[in-house]
């Protein structure tokens, strides 16, 4: 249970709170994260949107209004796998605090998958992949964004970065793993 923070968030200027279940550093982990992308397993999903609540709860404490959001799977994952696995994580959250889930942004096409890019291509490939959702309303909100694994912090720096774009005070970055 992690506070430790992504050095690309440093120079996002807003506040960010950062947390994490587990490190990314063993079968067991590699095992978890590997299942919950490939394998749609419901008991595992609803284990950790469980265990995330946990995180969330303790981070939004009387801190206003919030709503939960998620780094949209590329389409051509969910047509492979059938399933979005940050969406699933991130519902269970919403559910089970009373938070409305907020399609904040939405997934462009990138060229290539994150997993195969060294930190610095991440960072320039995940301008392309992500972009903000033209209908969401974060102005003044506290933005929870579920997902699974921070590895460079590309993606969450680029999910903050349009959120503090659309109004957003603040994001509670909540992740299963941090490698």
Do not use: W
């Amino acid at each position: 249970m992690c506070r430790c923070k992504a050095t690309k968030l440093a120079g996002i200027d807003m506040p960010i709170a950062e947390r994490h279940l587990f490190a990314y550093d063993s079968e067991l982990s590699r095992t978890i994260i590997y299942k919950l992308k490939r394998k749609n397993v419901a008991s595992l999903q609803k284990f950790l949107a469980h265990e995330l609540v946990r995180l969330t709860r303790e981070e939004l404490k009387g801190r206003g209004e919030a709503v939960v959001s998620y780094p949209p799977r590329a389409k051509s994952a969910v047509r492979e796998y059938g399933f979005d696995h940050a969406k699933i994580l991130a519902e269970g959250v919403a559910c089970e605090l009373g938070l409305t889930l907020a399609e904040a942004f939405e997934r462009g096409e990138s060229e290539k998958q994150q997993k195969t890019l060294s930190a610095k291509e991440r960072e320039e490939n995940v301008k392309n992949a992500y972009f903000a959702a033209e209908n969401a309303d974060l102005t003044g909100k506290t933005l929870v964004i579920i997902d699974d694994v921070v590895t460079s912090g590309s993606t969450a720096a680029r999910l903050c970065t349009l959120a503090h774009e659309k109004g957003c005070a603040r994001i509670v970055l909540i992740s299963a793993a941090k490698t």
